[in-house]
């Protein structure tokens, strides 16, 4: 009887252990907000913020130059950001980098979509937005309104940017 208590313990505390391990922390909807107002220089030196897009459905991708999945995945937001450009949706890159570089590699790479300049900054916005491990790529998808529909770590995956798109069609 006791070992069998045990063993129910255990599995218990290991049941438990997967579930905690597994929830998302809550956002803190005030940050999140805030955050849409956070200001980013684009390529041309002005000073914009995610909520200049209201009314858009975003596909925010943080990533930078030197981070190889980040570049892995923007030529499908090229292509995407080009086919589904009749409807109201738009991507908005923000690059944890250097301005030069990101200048660079967007002539050389032919990004169609804006793109803005966020230094360490973009790094903590992006933590605001939920990724809570800090890593590159990170993608947020935003409603017209600004509400968090989905986030991504790591590269997207065609399937899920086309199903995203398929649901506001």
């Known amino acids: 009887m006791r070992n069998t208590l045990l063993v129910i313990v255990i599995l218990v505390s290991i049941i438990g252990g997967i579930l905690i391990g597994n929830m998302e ?11 849409q107002s956070a200001q980013f220089r684009d390529l041309s030196g002005n000073w914009r913020q995610i909520s200049d897009w209201d009314g858009v459905y975003r596909i925010v991708n943080f990533w930078a130059t030197w981070c190889p999945p980040c570049l892995e995945e923007i030529p499908l937001f090229i292509n ?25 590699f967007i002539s050389a790479n032919g990004v169609n979509y804006p793109i803005l300049i966020g230094s360490g ?5 992006s933590e605001v937005f939920g990724n809570h491990r800090s890593g590159l790529p990170f993608t947020v998808f935003l409603s017209p309104n600004g509400d968090l529909i989905d986030t991504h770590s790591g590269v997207v995956p065609v399937a899920k940017l086309r199903d995203f798109v398929s649901k506001i069609r």
């Open 25 to 35: 922390p809550k956002i803190d909807e005030k940050a999140f907000k805030s955050a």
């Open 80 to 104: 995407l950001h080009e086919e589904f450009s009749d409807i109201n949706m738009t991507f908005i890159g923000i690059a944890v980098d250097d301005t030069a570089r990101v200048r660079d």
């Open 121 to 125: 900054d973009a790094l903590r916005i």
